[in-house]
């Protein structure tokens, strides 16, 4: 029989037990869940083996054919329940998916409405008296106490286990018998008579099988109520992020509706205040013309006398006249002299009196070492402009109020804008004598100059005729670029010009409309800069929109140069010196901003490039001269407030010479310094 047993392990074992040791040998299915916890399980077994052999021996045979009973420890922990820290009897399983004891969840509930999951703190409402009796089982768990041998059965009051007749005396005899047991009930049945679940993976008899899939149909309807609360709870949730979205929609709109208010009063403020200037200045206009009206008209009547007069009566006339009229012409001349810019970044206008200040400037460092060549490297020529006594050798007074200047390619004469004599005039520089003028019925304010060697013509800006006049290097009228407009070609009120005699193109610093364009000689256009197109949004009465916009990043340019790669434009309105590159027309390098110190500007006018591309920028209204580097780092500052010689009045034009000679004209002082 022992033999049979051997080669059969698939088949059930039968214990027969001896009647004289009962009370000691006790199975482990009968000890209460509660008490079947592995520690409790060792103590069992090894008061077994002290009373007896046999116990001993059939433990271990025991504990051979089932393996899984005891061996695996993290079986333990998952049967463990989390209230008592036992092995779970009869476990149900809370809403959250947490199992629990069914008497630690009844002392646990007690009469509370509302309870928290011990694991997780999910908030369960309690429903009735027998809302933890209508808790569902959690079968994964009951399957794993029927692994592990532990049967949720009430504990069996017998003292004595059934007994076998004709075993009394007799070591445990193991029986097999032939089919599938049913892991419930622990009943042998026919392989056609057992049902296997798919998701416990285990085997139930007919009878079992049925509370089995009651049990499931339990668990079911609870896995429904939970994705209906769930379904609720997303309602919810889609309601409240909804209601949320609509309240930042709202809040979005009163804060651009704010801040839409707040700019349109600024807008408001701001052309109200223009309006007073121009009001204030057409008034004072008016007054000034009412004047000058009134004296032609005297003077005409004195020219036209006829009576005999007292001849001391008319020299008290004449002088009269002599003495308004002087008045009326610096009335006149300093008529547009308070400058007022928009300031696009503040939204504000900046307002800006044409009277200069004496700002920062650097006195000459003691030179170390006598430079040959101050062109040699960047090192020698930094260490020439800052060792260098900026005071003229040599200034020039028989013009009044020159502007721009510029000297011929061809014959090295200095060629100075006449404001007020509408020409311009050249000058031989040895004997510093006027040699002839470039004039023309249509000029009316000369302001800067610049040569085409290549063409032998000179362009000369005149801001209030709105164009450009071409002169012959022998003198001679050639032609007019442009006139007053904003499209491309037309100007408005331009100042700087300068030219670029590889490509033949002409640079212009068009201010009246905040841009730089580029021309052929004959005045055909090529290409503009500081213009740019943005993609803008735009609300309409559905929909939002973008559409295309035309803008600028210039205010009011005044000064253009070009070297071999760049193109250096004087940001007057901004404050700023920007650097963009030749080719492709992109913006390389900004630096500067408003003040008196050093590095900052005020009212800035012209500039100048010398042959190693350092940029010489006339601060008009800190009255002061600023050097710069390529990179835009500061190299010197020289100049001041003042008439004498190395002071300036306003800066109105600079020209750097090959040999670094810097030629200043002062619009104020009414003279040109020779550096």
Not at 43 to 69: C, G, H, I, L
Not at 171 to 198: I, N, P, W, Y
Not at 417 to 432: F, I, K
Not at 439 to 463: N, R, W
């Amino acid at each position: 029989m022992a033999e049979k047993v051997k080669k059969k392990p698939s088949f059930f074992t039968l214990r027969r037990w001896n009647s004289q040791k009962m009370n000691n040998d006790v199975p482990l299915d009968m000890v209460a869940p509660n008490l079947a916890s592995p520690r409790v399980v060792d103590n069992v077994q090894s008061v077994r083996t002290q009373n007896s052999p046999a116990v001993s021996r059939r433990v271990n045979v025991a504990a051979d054919s089932k393996p899984r009973k005891l061996s695996a420890g993290g079986i333990n922990e998952l049967v463990q329940c989390a209230l008592c820290l036992e092995v779970m009897h009869n476990p149900k399983m809370l809403p959250c998916q947490h199992t629990f004891c069914m008497a630690c969840l009844t002392v646990y509930i007690a009469d509370l409405a509302v309870v928290e999951c011990p694991i997780c703190r999910t908030r369960i409402q309690v429903h009735g008296q027998n809302f933890v009796n209508e808790l569902p089982s959690n079968l994964y768990i009951d399957s794993l106490l029927n692994i592990v041998g532990i049967k949720n059965m009430p504990v069996k009051t017998s003292e004595t286990p059934p007994s076998t007749p004709g075993t009394v005396g007799m070591q445990s005899v193991d029986l097999f018998a032939a089919g599938v047991r049913c892991c419930h009930c622990k009943t042998m049945c026919d392989s056609t008579e057992v049902s296997s679940c798919l998701h416990c993976k285990l085997k139930f008899c007919q009878v079992c099988w049925l509370q089995h899939l009651d049990d499931m149909r339990t668990q079911m309807a609870a896995i429904i109520k939970q994705l209906d609360v769930a379904a609720t709870r997303l309602d919810h949730k889609i309601e409240h992020f909804k209601d949320r979205c609509e309240r930042i929609v709202e809040q979005i709109n009163i804060a651009a509706d704010d801040k839409i208010n707040a700019i349109i009063e600024s807008k408001e403020n701001i052309l109200r205040e223009t309006g007073v200037l121009q009001k204030t200045a057409d008034m004072s206009a008016l007054a000034l013309k009412t004047s000058l009206e009134e004296a032609r008209t005297v003077a005409k009547q004195a020219m036209t006398f006829t009576d005999p007069v007292d001849e001391q009566e008319r020299v008290s006339t004449f002088m009269n006249l002599h003495q308004n009229a002087v008045q009326l012409l610096s009335d006149v001349s300093k008529w547009d002299t308070d400058s007022f810019v928009f300031d696009k970044e503040n939204f504000r206008l900046e307002m800006d009196t044409a009277t200069p200040l004496d700002a920062e400037s650097d006195d000459p460092v003691p030179e170390v070492a006598k430079q040959n060549d101050p062109l040699e490297s960047e090192n020698s020529l930094v260490m020439y402009y800052r060792s260098r006594n900026f005071v003229p050798h040599y200034v020039w007074r028989k013009t009044s109020r020159p502007c721009g200047i510029g000297l011929s390619p061809w014959d090295n004469h200095l060629y100075v804008c006449g404001m007020d004599s509408h020409s311009v005039l050249v000058v031989e520089r040895t004997q510093a004598k006027i040699v002839t003028r470039l004039s023309h019925e249509d000029m009316l304010c000369p302001v800067q100059i610049a040569f085409m060697k290549s063409l032998g013509e000179i362009y000369v800006t005149d801001k209030w005729k709105h164009c450009v006049h071409v002169f012959s290097k022998e003198g001679e009228y050639l032609r007019s670029i442009g006139q007053k407009g904003s499209r491309i070609g037309m100007f408005r009120s331009p100042e700087g010009v300068a030219t670029d005699n590889t490509n033949q193109h002409i640079y212009i610093a068009d201010t009246g409309n905040d841009r730089v364009q580029i021309l052929q000689p004959d005045g055909k256009f090529i290409d503009q800069i500081g213009v740019v197109v943005k993609h803008q949004p735009s609300h309409t009465a559905t929909v939002w929109e973008t559409k295309e916009v035309t803008c600028t990043e210039l205010n009011t340019p005044t000064a253009v140069a070009v070297t071999a790669d760049r193109v250096v434009i004087l940001d007057s309105g901004n404050r700023r010196v920007k650097i963009y590159n030749k080719q492709d027309k992109g913006k390389i390098i900004e630096f500067g901003s408003m003040g008196q110190r050093k590095g900052q500007f005020r009212q800035p006018e012209v500039l100048a490039v010398d042959p190693m591309g350092y940029i010489l920028v006339g601060d008009s209204g800190n009255c002061r001269i600023q050097v710069f580097k390529p990179t835009g780092q500061l190299v010197r500052v020289f100049g001041g407030l003042g008439s004498q010689p190395g002071k300036f009045g306003w800066i109105s034009g600079i020209h750097v010479t090959k040999q670094l000679d810097i030629i200043v004209s002062d619009t104020k002082n009414h003279c040109v310094n020779f550096f």
